[in-house]
T-cell receptor, first 117, second 111 residues
Framework: DVKVTQSSRYLVKRTGEKVFLECVQD?????MFWYRQDPGLGLRLIYF???????EKGDIPEGYSVSREKKERFSLILESASTNQTSMYLC????????????????FGPGTRLTVL | KQEVTQIPAALSVPEGENLVLNCSFT??????LQWFRQDPGKGLTSLLL?????REQTSGRLNASLDKSSGRSTLYIAASQPGDSATYLC??????????FGQGTRLTINP
């Protein structure tokens, strides 16, 4: 089974702090994704990566950056955390991109609930 | 812009009933549609993925159908159990390599 793990289940940070959220997948997937989930807004894509050191912006990249130095690890960085970044953050991975042959199924981690005070 | 709607927002049924969850989307140009389950405070568990060329997929007591031309998918759950209680999300895969999610249906199965 695909396993996607996230470094923390719960995190509390102060406004202005630099925050790192880590995600690791163990199935040699090419693609990794960061979403945030908010009541009434659903899940929204922040960034995704289709290869090591490659990244693409999603719908809401402002205030975030990402890093993918190794295939299995994808980090989400909040350069200066703000209260409006309080949310549930979900990481996902998939073997293949949409529009290519192969398995496109996205597998999600357990989520990190981040509170910024 | 793709929009995904799930109706109803919440559903409560007695144990043992068969039930149908609905998902509609506005743009039929999709690669696939995926159904997920989410327990409170947890991540998403993938249930079924239907490719755009397929009409349905089955896994155990779950059956998902896809009608691309009408922009609809249904998730059928047979012989519901209390353990099926969760929020069910559908998501469509379109351009820009992103899944567009519906708001979900919160399902409660009463013993």
């Amino acid at each position: 089974d695909v396993k996607v793990t996230q470094s923390s289940r719960y995190l509390v940070k102060r406004t202005g702090e630099k925050v790192f959220l880590e995600c690791v997948q163990d199935m040699d997937h090419e693609n990794m994704f960061w979403y945030r989930q908010d009541p009434g807004l659903g899940l929204r894509l922040i960034y995704f990566s289709y290869d090591v050191k490659m990244k693409e912006k999603g719908d809401i990249p402002e205030g975030y950056s990402v890093s993918r130095e190794k295939k299995e690890r994808f980090s989400l960085i909040l350069e200066s955390a703000s209260t409006n970044q309080t949310s549930m953050y979900l990481c996902a991975s998939s073997l293949r991109l949409f529009g290519t042959s192969g398995n496109h199924e996205q597998f999600f981690g357990p989520g990190t609930r981040l509170t910024v005070l | 812009k793709q929009e995904v709607t799930q109706i109803p927002a919440a559903l409560s049924v007695p144990e043992g009933e068969n039930l149908v969850l609905n998902c509609s989307f506005t743009d039929s140009a999709i690669y696939n549609l995926q159904w997920f389950r989410q327990d409170p405070g947890k991540g998403l568990t993938s249930l079924l993925l239907i490719q755009s060329s397929q009409r349905e997929q089955t896994s155990g007591r779950l059956n998902a159908s896809l009608d691309k031309s009408s922009g609809r998918s249904t998730l059928y759950i047979a012989a519901s159990q209390p353990g099926d209680s969760a929020t069910y999300l559908c998501a469509v895969a379109g351009g820009a390599q992103k899944l567009v999610f519906g708001q979900g249906t919160r399902l409660t199965i009463n013993p």
